[in-house]
């Protein structure tokens, strides 16, 4: 079946409103976990004919809590190395995440791009292109050059035209399943369809004990997104597309230490770019352990910001030049940067502060409920209950100390 697929000329694998997209095949096959060696050479033959034959070596990385991700590697004929990624979607993750538009979210990042190239799905996975490079641990956010790479590229990130190219070539089976990509920012929206899907219990008792002690209810947590959707209902900052889950291992430093990539796109999609920045802030205080003493201070909050302003009017006259509008223009609640001076004013950067750290709580809620939903999939190497405590507590210390800061 996956050789059949594979074989399909252009045309019959096209699944498109875009003729400039071409949809990978999809492959009619289960991988197993990294001991499925029979599965991974059908994907990799049907897939990489020039491949049939040679001996795949797989490398399981364990830095993701979400999925499976598996590093490929061949030797071709002329002894160079062929590498891929082999991700296994994880079973509590299917429900979090939409397959579908994370699809189109990659292909349009390709095109835009030209990486990440997406090769073929398959039945509980994806298999697309590897990075060469480094994956970057928390204590590199701090990196007095590292932290300016991320926030020059998440301003570049911020200036794709995501919303021309995405509203062109979304698949038809994401529309079918109420894709409201375009119509609801992705941060409350997401934030209140988890809430739904909060456990009522864990698998073991007393987890499920600590759980029903310490974890808040689904009625109180959405009181609290309620709360923070109404103080950010005047947000200046502007409506971009998002990766939304810039943690340090979800970027990638190049051998050369002068260039960063991120990956992991499954929870991307259009959301205020303050929330991307406060999202990632988040992350400077690690996953395990956590220490949120590592948060960043405000006068590392500031410069951070102000560089983000000043290079993201760069790539934004940058677009203007070129045959794309930049992303900020696709929300009618668009609000202008200041014009095109080409350094912030203090004001400016003080009202992005603000939005910044009441978004900081919404990451803090969002990914709480994400831990909590994650918990309930029985015992794992990770603890995600305790990853849920964490989030949830932070959120309860600092929100009083953010409306008291900010409450000018």
């Not at 096959?29 to 994907?43: H, R, T």
């Amino acid at each position: 079946m996956a050789r059949e697929i594979a074989n399909l000329t252009g045309d019959q694998r096209r699944h498109t409103f875009d003729s400039d997209i071409v949809f990978p095949p999809a492959l009619d096959l289960f991988v197993d976990g990294p001991n499925d060696v029979l599965s991974m050479e059908k994907l990799t033959y049907a897939i990489f004919p020039f491949l049939v034959g040679s001996k795949l070596k797989i490398k399981v990385f364990d830095d993701g809590n979400s999925n499976q991700l598996l590093l490929v590697s061949c030797a071709q004929q002329d002894e160079n190395i062929f590498r891929f990624l082999i991700r296994i979607n994880g079973v509590v993750t299917n429900s979090m995440v939409n397959r579908d538009l994370e699809l189109s979210c990659l292909l349009a990042l390709f095109k835009l791009r030209g990486t990440p190239e997406v090769y073929c799905t398959f039945n509980n996975g994806i298999c697309y292109s590897f990075v060469n490079g480094i994956s970057m641990v928390t204590s590199d956010l701090f990196h007095e050059e590292y932290k300016w790479l991320i926030c020059d590229e998440l301003a570049h990130f911020h200036s794709l035209p995501m919303y021309d190219v995405l509203s062109r070539s979304v698949t038809i089976r994401a529309h079918s399943k109420g894709c409201r990509m375009y119509d609801d920012l992705v941060a409350f929206q997401r934030l209140r369809d988890w809430i739904g899907n909060l456990p009522d219990h864990m698998a073991d008792a007393q987890r499920n004990d600590e759980y029903h002690s310490i974890f808040p209810t689904a009625e109180y947590l959405l009181r609290e997104a309620k709360f923070l959707e109404d103080a950010l209902s005047d947000a200046i900052s502007p409506v971009v597309f998002c990766h939304n889950d810039i943690l340090a291992s979800n970027i990638i430093l190049s051998e050369d230490k002068d260039k960063v990539t991120f990956i992991d796109y499954e929870f991307c999609g259009f959301n205020h770019a303050a929330f991307e920045i406060g999202n990632h802030f988040c992350e400077y205080a690690g996953i395990e352990p956590v220490d949120y003493t590592n948060y960043p201070s405000l006068t590392f909050q500031r410069e951070w910001i102000a560089y983000y302003l000043k290079r993201i009017r760069y790539y934004r006259k940058q677009s203007r030049n070129s045959s794309h509008s930049p992303s900020w223009e696709i929300s009618g609640n668009h609000h202008s940067i200041n014009g095109d001076c080409a350094c912030p004013k203090s004001e400016e950067v003080e009202r992005w502060l603000k939005e910044v750290n009441y978004f900081a709580l919404v990451a803090h809620l969002t990914w709480g409920v994400w831990a909590a939903i994650r918990a309930s999939n029985g015992p794992q190497d990770f603890d995600f209950l305790a990853l849920a405590f964490a989030r949830i507590q932070e959120y309860e210390r600092i929100k009083p100390l953010i409306v008291s800061q900010f409450s000018g």
